[in-house]
Nanobody, 123 residues
Framework: QVQLVESGGGLVQAGGSLRLSCAAS????????MGWFRQAPGKEREFVAT????????SYADSVKGRFAISRDNAKRTVYLQMNSLEPEDAAVYYC????????????????WGQGTQVTVSS
């Protein structure tokens, strides 16, 4: 099990940028694939991005491809989500999540979740 704490959310104008961080503690971080998900009010939690344990493989939702970038620093036990060209539709609570070894876009396949960080985008 890993404990996850997100940070970096806030209010930004459309077209702006934010970088989210997710700090992990507990078990060996480098064994875990990591994912970012988001949930807007009244909507289901949706996949944003995922990264393999080594950082060598990434995958993105079509809605964020080319605008968002996921990365990780295993020495710092942290995963990042760089969000550029933000749109009002990106506003949501963003969660990071962990699962052993393989990446996945399915929320139910992740075993550990953070508390979330709010991202608000003004038009």
């Amino acid at each position: 099990q890993v404990q996850l704490v997100e940070s970096g959310g806030g209010l930004v104008q459309a077209g702006g940028s934010l970088r989210l961080s997710c700090a992990a503690s507990g078990r060996t971080f480098s064994n875990y694939a990591m994912g970012w998900f988001r949930q807007a009010p009244g909507k289901e939690r949706e996949f944003v991005a995922t990264i393999s344990w080594s950082g060598g493989r990434t995958s993105y939702a079509d809605s964020v491809k080319g605008r968002f970038a996921i990365s990780r620093d295993n020495a710092k036990r942290t995963v990042y989500l760089q969000m550029n060209s933000l749109e009002p539709e990106d506003a949501a609570v963003y969660y990071c999540a962990a699962r052993l070894y393989a990446t996945s876009s399915q929320p139910h396949e992740y075993t550990d979740w953070g508390q979330g960080t709010q991202v608000t985008v003004s038009s």
